[in-house]
């Protein structure tokens, strides 16, 4: 199971491990090909090139190893997708449900990921 | 002022039609500016498969834009992501368009702003998106299994989605604002006959509130003047689209729904600012449609800009 984008894709738990392993920054979108979904995927597409520093990624929201996303206790009570998760050293420092446009994006970035640290 | 750099075209927005003026003016040899807020691709990205697109078989929106995008650009178009909204000063032959402390010049604009769809702009609204409130029937119905939840609207969409949400919820409140739907009559039907469905007529929802997720909206009764809270698991919003065109009151014609006013060579009020897509004023809203004006305005544009070139090696 693989979304249809230019993203880096996660398709199972130990992908998901794999790449909070190797890279201290991280966003990944879990999601579906959907009119909420896409915007966030283009953003991230547009953002990859200026923000090096962190690994972006989608995971299909159907797929049943995305439980590590969907049951994630910073996503209760999220009830809009995607759910877009942040990562720093393994740890998630935002989350956020539903669609969000590249000036919330990058303020998230800019705040909980930023280059210098 | 950090840095000052001409084109020959400036294009204002990269959906379908911004990225086929982009090819046109780029594979006539034209220096072609494409700034673009917000994902490339415009409102074409959102749909999950265009079928009606001639010549392509069925696809996503997404890989067809990516295509116009890829086209657009082996061509020699720039493509600009901003965040700031560009502000346009013309000055006759030469149109500036200023974004943040950049400024750019170019002998033509063509404006393909496209639409959004529309908000309620009411207290709580962007607190609770993915938290309760939702403009996507099928993306998020399935949340609200067993739930109690409202619709917002009284079109097309609307009516529709409701009835689509009857297959999750439990019970469904249309919440519109007039007495009577701007709904085909069809639509309307399904949703009277639908039993989990009932209807909050000439009422407004004014705010949205909760704590981690929504829990209620406040109700205002237009015709009575009272406001009460209604319990609520959901709210889906379906009020129609806009045009993206609020930067522009002042600097081109629109009438009255805020489009934008051209004439059969997608001309604007303004001699050398050209428009084309969803944000003009038109009936027919579609891929093919846009694209097709953005044809006009890209041919039509060129000409402007061979005129102006050809004046100024004249006076020199
Ligand atoms: C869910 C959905 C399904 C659809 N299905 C179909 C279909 O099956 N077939 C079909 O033919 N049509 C379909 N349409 C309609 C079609 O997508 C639109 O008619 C078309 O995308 C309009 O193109 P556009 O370039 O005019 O505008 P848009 O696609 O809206 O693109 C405008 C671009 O300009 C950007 N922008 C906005 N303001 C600014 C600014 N101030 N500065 C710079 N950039 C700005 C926007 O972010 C966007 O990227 C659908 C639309 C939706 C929403």
């Known amino acids: 199971m693989k979304l249809d984008t230019n993203l880096h894709h996660i398709e199972t738990a130990n992908d998901w491990k794999k790449v909070l392993e190797e890279n201290e920054n991280v966003m990944i979108c879990c999601g579906r090909m959907g009119p909420m979904c896409i915007p966030v995927y283009g953003v991230m597409e547009e953002l990859e090139e200026e923000y090096k520093h962190i690994k972006f990624a989608d995971m299909p929201f159907d797929s049943p190893e995305a439980t590590v996303i969907r049951n994630a206790?910073?996503?209760?009570?999220?009830?809009g997708l995607?759910?877009?998760m942040y990562y720093k050293k393994g740890k998630v420092v935002k989350a956020t449900s539903s669609i969000q446009n590249m000036d919330q994006v990058r303020s998230i970035l800019d705040q909980h990921l930023p280059k210098s640290n | 002022m950090n840095s000052t750099n001409h084109f020959d075209v400036i294009v204002l927005g990269a959906g379908p039609a911004g990225l086929t003026a982009g090819i046109y003016l780029s594979r006539a040899k034209l220096?072609?500016?494409i700034l673009n807020q917000g994902?490339?691709?415009?409102?074409?990205?959102?749909?999950?498969?265009?079928?009606?697109?001639?010549?392509v078989e069925l696809t996503s929106g997404y890989k067809l834009a990516s295509t116009m995008k890829k086209q657009a650009l082996s061509f020699g178009a720039t493509i600009k992501t901003v965040s700031q909204n560009p502000v346009i000063f013309d000055e006759g032959p030469v149109k500036i368009v200023k974004v943040g402390d950049t400024e750019y010049t170019a002998n033509a604009i063509i404006l393909t702003l496209g639409g959004s769809p529309r908000m309620l702009g009411v207290k709580g609204e962007i607190e609770f998106k993915g938290l309760g409130v939702s403009y996507c029937a099928t993306?998020?119905?399935e949340?609200?299994?067993g739930k109690e939840i409202i619709v917002v609207g009284g079109g097309n969409s609307a009516l529709e989605e409701a009835v689509s949400l009857s297959k999750y919820a439990t019970k469904i409140t249309i919440v519109h604002q007039f007495d009577n739907f701007q709904a085909f009559p069809a639509y309307v039907d399904e949703a009277m006959s639908n039993e989990k469905i009932s209807f909050v007529m000439e009422t407004e929802v004014v705010e949205f509130a909760g704590n981690e997720r929504l829990e209620k909206v406040l109700l205002h009764n237009k015709k009575t003047g009272t406001r009460e809270w209604l319990k609520t698991d959901g709210a889906f919003?379906?009020?129609g689209y806009q045009p993206n065109t609020e930067t522009l009151k002042g600097v081109v014609s629109l009438n009255q729904n805020g489009e934008i006013i051209v004439n059969s060579d997608m001309e604007t009020s303004v001699s050398g600012i050209f428009a084309a897509g969803d944000s003009i004023a038109k009936r027919y809203r579609q891929v093919t449609t846009a694209?097709?004006?953005a044809t006009v305005a890209a041919l039509a544009s060129a000409a402007k800009v061979y005129e102006i070139k050809k004046e100024l090696q004249l006076t020199n």
């Open chain 2, 237 to 239: 919003i379906f009020i």
């Open chain 1, 82 to 84: 995607p759910f877009t």
């Open chain 2, 39 to 55: 994902t490339v691709g415009g409102q074409l990205i959102l749909t999950h498969e265009i079928a009606n697109y001639p010549g």
């Open chain 2, 291 to 293: 694209v097709g004006e």
């Open chain 2, 143 to 145: 949340f609200f299994s």
């Open chain 1, 73 to 79: 206790p910073e996503a209760n009570g999220f009830m």
């Open chain 2, 31 to 33: 220096s072609t500016l």
């Open chain 2, 139 to 141: 993306c998020d119905g």
